[in-house]
């Protein structure tokens, strides 16, 4: 075992996506970001690995002194008209996400949607839709299953994180304050 394998895995999964995220269309971005920051209040939804990604998002939403929560915790208040919705679904076809988002339409609230297909069912119930478009032609052997959505949306994330800070005047102390470990 020399990690030839380790290695070629983690060069296929940042190439493909740095390819990705460079197709996603900042104005979407921009318009995601300003729901965020008018908002009373965000929410973030995703299922499995895309939850995953959801509630780090959350998470640092909250180091940036928003109102941030994951829809289905148990103290996760409703969502209301003018709130900010996050939706994070590979396939666009999660149940779950699409009944969250139909639900997030009839009160007013703001959707955002991350998915791969942008004919989907989610898609289309969309306010402001990022698209992370998948290559057609996925080496499972070294990103299997999801792994290149998942990790292509916290990267996106992550960069509407860094718009957000610049954007409130934060920096990586001010978020500390708000970091759980160190409260």
Do not use: C
């Not at 780090?56 to 002194?65: D, E, K, P």
């Not at 996760?76 to 919705?85: N, W, Y």
């Not at 499972?140 to 292509?152: R, W």
């Amino acid at each position: 075992m020399n990690g030839d394998r380790f290695y070629t895995s983690v060069s296929y999964v940042l190439d493909q996506a740095g390819t990705i995220i460079e197709g996603v269309e900042f104005e979407r971005v921009k318009i995601a970001t300003d729901n965020i920051l008018r908002a009373k209040q965000s929410f973030v939804y995703g299922v499995g690995r895309s939850g995953i990604v959801g509630k780090a998002f959350a998470m640092r939403l909250v180091q940036l002194g928003l109102k941030a929560y994951f829809i289905g915790e148990s103290t996760t208040p409703i969502v209301e008209k003018g709130d900010a919705v996050i939706l994070i679904s590979n396939t666009g076809e999660t149940s779950s996400a699409i009944q969250t988002a139909e639900i997030v339409n009839r009160v007013g609230a703001h959707s955002i949607v991350l998915t791969s297909e942008p004919e989907s069912s989610l898609a289309k119930l969309a306010e402001v839709l990022i698209v992370l478009k998948m290559p057609e032609k996925i080496n499972t052997d070294f990103a299997p299953l999801g792994t290149l959505f998942e990790d292509s949306a916290m990267i996106v994330l992550d960069g509407m994180i860094s718009e957000i800070m610049e954007r409130k005047g934060e920096n990586d102390e001010s978020m500390r304050s708000r970091h759980a470990i160190w409260v």
